[in-house]
Nanobody, 124 residues
Framework: QVQLVESGGGLVQAGGSLRLSCAAS????????MGWFRQAPGKEREFVAG????????NYADSMKGRFTITRDNAKNTVYLQMNSLKPEDTAVYYC?????????????????WGQGTQVTVSS
């Protein structure tokens, strides 16, 4: 089992930045690839970013490339999502997810564990 707890969400103006954190406990964190997803009201949960269990490989949804950065600190059992140049359309609940594999995946169905989510609201 892996327990995931997100933090760092909030209200920010367009153009601003936020850093989300996801603290993991339970199964060895370094054996899990990690991902961030988001879900806006009335929409499907969508992939944001993924990172391999070593941190050496990352991937992003096209609309986030150049604005968002996913990193991890295996010593702290934490994965981060730095979000810059935020837009109102980035408003959503952001979820952290873990999968017992080397690499992250863009499909939410490939993840084994999920956090409760943290709300990000970007005002125009």
């Amino acid at each position: 089992q892996v327990q995931l707890v997100e933090s760092g969400g909030g209200l920010v103006q367009a153009g601003g930045s936020l850093r989300l954190s996801c603290a993991a406990s339970g199964r060895t964190f370094s054996s899990c690839a990690m991902g961030w997803f988001r879900q806006a009201p009335g929409k499907e949960r969508e992939f944001v970013a993924g990172i391999s269990r070593s941190g050496g490989s990352t991937n992003y949804a096209d609309s986030m490339k150049g604005r968002f950065t996913i990193t991890r600190d295996n010593a702290k059992n934490t994965v981060y999502l730095q979000m810059n140049s935020l837009k109102p359309e980035d408003t959503a609940v952001y979820y952290c997810a873990a999968r017992i594999a080397y690499s992250g995946s863009t499909s939410r169905h490939d993840y084994d564990y999920w956090g409760q989510g943290t709300q990000v609201t970007v005002s125009s």
